[in-house]
């Protein structure tokens, strides 16, 4: 079992930042995902980080403007997010699975979730 809680969210202008945190305990050599939920839309993927950091990947969305990392010493994983704009408004989500080779996931291939934290991002 994994818990998963995430901690960072806010309200922010466009163009600034900020940065979500995922605390991880039980077991938590997994990949690591973050994912989001815009009101009225589906649950969508944002980053991932493979189990040693080595392999990342984003959304054409986010690409070049967020950063997923992860401190497994200290069971967290990191998402930067800079030059944000209204349209990352969303409930942001933390997920841990078995690890894959997939550069883009989905929600199936997540074994565990956080419970989400809202980012608000105004114009």
């Known amino acids: 079992q994994v818990q998963l809680v995430e901690s960072g969210g806010g309200l922010v202008q466009a163009g600034g930042s900020l940065r979500l945190s995922c605390a991880a305990s039980g077991r938590t050599l997994y990949l690591m995902g973050w994912f989001r939920q815009a009101p009225g839309k589906e649950r969508e993927f944002v980053a991932r980080?493979?189990?040693?950091?080595?392999?990342?990947s984003y959304a054409d969305s986010v690409k070049g403007r967020f950063t997923i990392s992860r401190d497994n010493a200290k069971n967290t994983v990191y998402l930067q997010m800079n030059s944000l704009k209204p349209e990352d408004t969303a409930v942001y989500y933390c997920?841990?699975?078995?690890?894959?080779?997939?550069?883009?996931?989905?929600?199936?291939?997540?074994?565990?979730w956080g419970k989400g934290i809202l980012v608000t991002v105004s114009s």
């Open positions: 980080i493979s189990r040693f950091g080595l392999g990342t």
């Open positions: 997920a841990a699975g078995p690890d894959s080779y997939k550069m883009v996931l989905n929600t199936g291939d997540m074994d565990y």
